[in-house]
């Protein structure tokens, strides 16, 4: 077992370790040369990449395709990802204390709890270096031929709120100018509240790279209002390193790799695309607020890092599967019945979502969707729940679509929700962000679900002579 890593650069020294990484001597260019090779290497479930020679950008370097579940465990140092999400449900789950004893082992568990705080300290690797807040000088990709320019496709964009609440989310970002880009926050996400509740230009800044914990726990559904800091300080099983901002009052990460300070100017949208997204089409795009730069910190020797999307499965594929283990936990604890949960990687992540359960009575598998789609961040923009039995395996689509085939009636278990809250970049609905959801309970019925019959029995063969014809078989079939 390792520890968490600490910043970008220790995971890519601990991942060439293992020969999970090489180095790209060629010069390639951010727009398209690099995406192409990021994209290639995760069609073919290939090493993480260094690019040692950015066109157009010299002193900077680029990583990419650093993240499959396997390499996330790494990162965060667990041998489960569910060791997290088992994590944060550790101060619900134990029962109350009643005992002078266990009152006083209670308040050092909760005294403990401390050491997941972000950790203030005075400078940092990313004051290394005051620069000219160019955002341009970033080698920010343009991944494919017809995106409306170049994009921060994994940048960290940190905001705080009237209560003081940090919010880290990930969000694209299309550099405009030197010191103008749009922040694409759907209308969901906690950013695009504030700048709605908001006037004037907000503080926000964008952090590249870092601990790798941050970097993953900014597209997790953080419950508001935990602070998003303090979440990645739970997602690592320690403290995050924070320093302050230099020309707003935000708290950076303090070992990433470069920070962009600004504000996002409420008032003036722009229009922000086309994007080609993990749909595997140009995104629509849209009025989005712009943030206006004014101060970059970087590294001496800056490492970039991007994310590429478009048809699954690329990267961002797998870091869904892993916010799918993690938060398996904690939608137990939500919703007790669950056993498994499978977000297909084809399945665009908020697309498909197949959830095995233990049914106890008639209409459990539709309060489980219910459910579901009613869980804030978590799972609201999933458009289709497929629920089955406690003994289909979800991660064996062909179990699955046995199920489907086998337990369900059109009429009887399948809903359609209309009129509800979508993904923005949901092609298959006519209005961005509104839509209808689908449900299909692909359970076995009860005979209340049945017709006042019981479900018919399954075959199996009589054991005795199951065990007899295995044995003649055992050397024929060698």
């Keep these: 077992m390792v520890e968490p890593m600490e910043d970008l650069r220790e995971f890519l020294e601990a991942l060439e370790a293992r020969g999970q990484l090489r180095r790209v001597s060629a010069e390639l260019s951010p727009e398209l040369e690099i995406p192409e090779a990021i994209r290639q290497a995760a069609y073919r479930k290939g090493p993480a990449l260094l690019f040692e020679k950015v066109k157009g950008h010299p002193g900077w370097r680029v990583a990419g395709n650093l993240f499959t579940l396997d390499r996330i465990k790494l990162a965060l140092g667990v041998e489960r990802l569910e060791e997290v999400g088992e994590r944060l449900l550790a101060p619900l789950s134990a029962p109350p204390p009643t005992t002078f004893l266990e009152k006083l082992k209670a308040f050092a568990e909760a005294a403990s709890l401390g050491r997941y705080m972000p950790k203030l300290v005075r400078g940092g690797p990313v004051?290394?270096?005051?620069?000219?807040?160019?955002?341009?000088?970033?080698?920010?990709?343009?991944?494919?031929?017809?995106?409306?320019?170049?994009?921060?496709?994994?940048?960290?964009?940190?905001?705080?709120?009237?209560?003081?609440?940090?919010?880290?989310?990930?969000?694209?970002?299309?550099?405009?100018?030197?010191?103008?880009?749009?922040?694409?926050?759907?209308?969901?996400?906690?950013?695009?509240?504030?700048?709605?509740?908001?006037?004037?230009?907000?503080?926000?800044?964008?952090?590249?790279?870092?601990?790798?914990?941050?970097?993953?726990?900014?597209?997790?559904?953080?419950?508001?209002?935990?602070?998003?800091?303090?979440?990645?300080?739970?997602?690592?099983?320690?403290?995050?390193?924070?320093?302050?901002?230099?020309?707003?009052d935000l708290l950076i990460p303090a070992r990433a790799e470069a920070v962009v300070e600004g504000c996002v100017d409420v008032r003036d949208l722009r229009k922000e695309g086309p994007f080609g997204d993990h749909y595997g089409v140009y995104d629509r795009g849209g009025l989005y607020p712009v943030f206006k730069a004014k101060a970059l910190l970087r590294r001496e020797d800056p490492i970039y890092y991007g994310t590429v999307v478009g048809k699954p499965p690329l990267e961002d594929a797998w870091m869904g599967k892993a916010v799918e283990r993690i938060f398996l936990p904690v939608l137990r604890f939500l919703v007790p019945e669950i056993v498994d949960l499978n977000l297909p990687e084809h399945g665009l992540y908020q697309g498909v979502a197949i959830v095995s359960i233990r049914k106890r009575y008639p209409g459990q598998a539709k309060k489980v969707m219910a459910a579901l789609w009613g869980l804030g961040h978590m799972m609201s923009l999933t458009k289709i729940v497929i629920v089955v039995d406690h003994d289909v395996d979800v991660h064996d689509l062909n179990q699955v679509v046995f199920a489907l085939a086998q337990r369900v009636d059109p009429q009887r278990d399948v809903v359609v929700v209309p009129g509800a809250h979508v993904d923005v970049l949901d092609t298959g609905s006519p209005v961005p962000g509104y839509g209808s959801k689908l449900g299909i309970d692909a359970t076995r019925k009860l005979p209340e679900e049945y017709g006042g019959e019981q479900w018919p029995e399954e075959v199996e063969p009589d054991p005795d002579v199951a065990k007899k014809i295995s044995d003649v078989l055992r050397s024929v079939l060698q």
């Excluded at 940048?155 to 030197?178: C, E, M, S």
Aim: hydrophobic share 40%; net charge negative.
């Design 127 to 248: 004051k290394e270096v005051a620069a000219d807040p160019d955002l341009t000088s970033l080698p920010a990709f343009r991944s494919w031929p017809k995106d409306a320019g170049r994009y921060i496709t994994y940048g960290l964009f940190i905001t705080r709120d009237a209560r003081g609440v940090t919010n880290i989310g990930v969000y694209r970002i299309q550099i405009l100018n030197k010191t103008e880009a749009v922040v694409h926050a759907q209308i969901h996400k906690r950013a695009a509240e504030l700048f709605s509740s908001s006037e004037g230009c907000v503080d926000a800044a964008i952090a590249i790279g870092g601990d790798p914990a941050l970097m993953l726990s900014g597209m997790m559904p953080t419950p508001y209002p935990l602070d998003e800091y303090l979440f990645a300080g739970v997602v690592k099983g320690d403290g995050v390193e924070v320093t302050k901002g230099v020309a707003t």
